[in-house]
């Protein structure tokens, strides 16, 4: 088997296994749920949200200081991945003892910040791995490929937590969810075990701190990184308002588990669906356009979540399969976008930055429940609408160069 498509196949069996991981432990459906069910309230869907998708980002860029000077990323790739196997398989343990109350809340805080800050470690390894061995004019490929064979599991794995979710009493049902997830990680680990990496010659390392103080610099001489972070700082907007969905639906309707098992089924039956569309057009066009797409999609969603919250819930739940949609097309553009702005040498240093300054999603879900009781949903949904549609006037000044 020529070495490309090894690599191919082995991209694509760990995405389609972290996909079905993802479907038992969803960012924005099932772990909102579950803190809500623990006795969470508005700043505990905050704090959870900041903790999976915004916190972690802010040490990428130590992360990545580290890895640079590392010939080969692949070690600390599985590194990575195993501690959060070990995270997802402690939670399920621990949901199923006698922790209540304020305690089980704050457990569940700290096992899913291991969980997320060594799937950051992991991601920056993963990022550059996924630039040396699959050739550019394979990627856009390889991306549409990934999600749509990674959606067909997600829709897998969304049916049956929706049954685990609805019929098995709480809380056994999020910790059968935990042990799947972290059973079928493992497995998808075994792909990377596959790949051969050639090693990057590290002509020279400055250290740390000198990383540090050249980022300014970083940022001056290329204003395709600028342009790229103040664009996914904007439509990150449309990310860390997903849990809040769900914040909207218990203040409504109430939250019961049928309802997070629609929400969540519904959501990958979006992911599943639009990743046929996303895959082509990529091929097409490009991250670049797709994203743009993305951008003018996603932004209609926070003003429409209002209007269909009137609805009824059964209205309502189509809000998620649309979030599926939008997240489609930003899990395929976001990561090849800053493939294709970078380079070999760059590229772990480039992740990190674009990590570290992204201040949006890394800290305003902290504030983002506050700001809802203070001022309301209808606000902080409407200027949400609003900072997406104007990421877009950044995205259109990023150049990139055809391979």
């Known amino acids: 088997m020529r070495k490309e498509k090894r690599h191919f196949i082995a991209f694509v069996w760990h995405a389609s296994f972290l996909a079905l991981t993802m479907a038992f432990v969803e960012v924005n459906t099932v772990l909102p749920s579950l803190v809500l069910k623990a006795g969470g309230n508005s700043f ?77 470690f992991a991601g920056i390894c993963y990022t550059d791995l996924l630039g040396k061995t699959i ?25 049956l937590a929706r049954m685990i979710v609805s019929k098995v009493p709480y809380p056994n049902n999020y910790s059968v969810m935990f042990f799947v997830a972290a059973i079928s990680l493992a497995i998808g680990s075994l792909g990377f075990w596959l790949i051969h990496e050639p090693p990057v010659k590290i002509i020279s390392y400055p250290g740390f701190w000198k990383i540090l103080k050249s980022i300014p610099a970083t940022l001056k001489k290329d204003s395709n990184l600028r342009n790229y972070i103040m664009f996914s700082n904007l439509t990150g907007f449309g990310l860390i308002l997903i849990p809040f969905y769900v914040l ?59 209007f269909l919250s009137k609805a009824g819930v059964n209205f309502y739940a189509l809000i998620f399969l649309l979030t599926g949609i939008a997240l489609s097309a930003r899990k ?72």
């Open 44 to 120: 505990s869907i905050g704090l959870i949200t900041a903790i999976t998708t915004g916190i972690p980002l802010l040490v990428q860029i130590i992360f990545a200081g580290l890895l640079m000077s590392r010939p080969r990323k692949k070690p600390f790739l599985l590194l990575g991945i195993y501690l959060r196997v070990l995270a997802l398989a402690f939670m399920g343990f621990m949901l199923k003892s006698s922790l209540t109350g304020r305690i089980l809340l704050v457990m569940i805080f700290l096992v899913i910040s291991v969980f997320s800050f060594s799937g950051v």
């Open 135 to 159: 050739a550019g004019k394979s990627r856009r490929k390889f991306m549409a490929f990934r999600q749509i064979v990674g959606s067909l599991l997600s829709f897998g794995g969304g049916f």
């Open 332 to 403: 395929m553009g976001f990561e090849g976008l800053l493939i294709e702005i970078s380079n070999n040498e760059n590229r772990a240093l480039y992740t990190g930055i674009s990590g570290a300054f992204n201040i949006v999603i890394s800290i305003l879900p902290l504030i983002m429940g506050a700001l809802i009781d203070f001022i309301g949903f209808e606000i902080v949904f409407s200027l949400s609408s609003f900072s997406i549609f104007s990421g877009i006037l950044y995205l259109r000044r990023i150049r990139i160069v055809e391979v």
């Open 248 to 306: 909207l639906a218990k203040k409504t309707y109430g939250l019961s588990g049928e309802n997070v098992g629609n929400f969540l089924f519904l959501q990958m039956i979006g992911i599943l669906v639009a990743g046929f569309f996303w895959g082509s057009y990529l091929q097409r066009r490009g991250f670049k356009k797709l994203l743009y797409v993305c951008a003018l999609f996603g932004g209609t969603l926070p003003v429409l979540s209002l």
